[in-house]
């Protein structure tokens, strides 16, 4: 069995950052043996070889490709504008003020429908042009109906 101080003494060729790193029990996720592994290895034996721990995976330089990165932000951008609603179907809403909410993240009826007074308030503050809109309008009451919710 393995000492403690033993496990604490850097190991030949390994960084600081490895074993620092080896020091937390996540180190596994980042291709590290964790440090104390062999203390539990000897003290439970049957729970030496978790799935979690079996399979971790590490990353190398070369697996990322800008291929892979260009098709991961297309993926998520397909995402967002499949959640994405026409907000030009609110009265008080055109293809301008559309762009300007969708700019500050607001892109569903889900998101208007769950805005607070105070969320409203702020919204409005923001806006560039007709500030008034977001309470004239009732964008929260149309945004539930549009979604089949009772206002």
């Not at 030009?88 to 003020?97: F, N």
């Amino acid at each position: 069995m393995q000492t403690l101080p033993a496990l604490l003494v850097p190991q030949k060729g390994e960084t600081v950052i490895d074993y620092w790193m080896s020091m937390s029990p996540v180190a596994p996720v980042f291709g590290l043996e964790w440090r104390f592994s062999p203390l539990f290895r000897e003290v439970m034996p049957d729970m030496a070889s978790t799935p979690a721990m079996a399979g971790s995976v590490v990353l190398t330089e070369g697996d990322l490709h800008d291929e892979d990165l260009e098709e991961a932000e297309e993926e998520a951008k397909a995402v967002e504008a499949a959640e994405a609603d026409d907000l030009t179907a609110l009265k008080g809403v055109g293809p301008k003020m559309a762009a300007e909410l969708n700019a500050m993240g607001l892109t569903s009826f889900a998101q208007l429908a769950q805005m607070t007074e105070a969320n409203i308030a702020e919204l409005s503050e923001n806006l560039t042009a007709f500030r008034d809109r977001p309470v004239r309008d009732d964008w929260v009451g149309q945004a539930r109906a549009l979604m089949g919710q009772r206002t």
